[in-house]
């Protein structure tokens, strides 16, 4: 038995995709889309935690040449306002040859939380820098300081 054609040359009782074709495709369409998202974030947390760590050794070689210029880095009352605006309390208001970084720094992490800065710092070094990292928890592993070797 053979199949007409109706007057636009399909048959008549063809039928379209299956149910089971088009689960098919849409699960294999999410698999590929959570791929893509687990990499686009994974690449997010990356470069966040290379942003703060960048940010932290900018700020170290900024406080650096304040030491150099004022004899001394700022205390940890003066902190990282000290290097946009002199502050009152200098022995010598004129070795400040700043700012050393623009007005407009903003002194948060990626993740909205503000830079830490104490002096002395920790462990015997002269200041520390650092930011609390993606959790906002000081101390913790993930912390970002000025203490530790920058990664390529």
Do not use: C
Request: charged share 20%.
């Amino acid at each position: 038995m053979e199949r007409k054609r109706n007057k636009r040359g399909r048959y008549p009782n063809r039928g379209g995709f299956t149910l089971l074709e088009v689960l098919l495709v849409l699960f294999i369409l999410l698999t590929l889309a959570s791929l893509a998202v687990v990499t686009i974030l994974s690449t997010q947390q990356r470069a966040q935690q290379d942003t703060a760590a960048t940010f932290v050794h900018m700020l170290r070689s900024r406080v650096d040449l304040y030491t150099l210029h004022v004899g001394r880095p700022p205390t940890t009352e003066q902190g990282l306002a000290a290097l946009i605006e002199a502050p009152a309390d200098l022995p010598n208001p004129g070795a400040w040859a700043g700012p050393y970084v623009e007005a407009f720094t903003s002194f948060r992490d990626p993740w909205g939380n503000y830079y830490q800065y104490i002096r002395p710092g920790r462990d015997g070094r002269e200041f520390d820098i650092w930011s609390f990292g993606p959790d906002g928890i000081d101390g913790t592993d993930d912390d970002i300081g000025s203490w530790m070797p920058r990664s390529n």
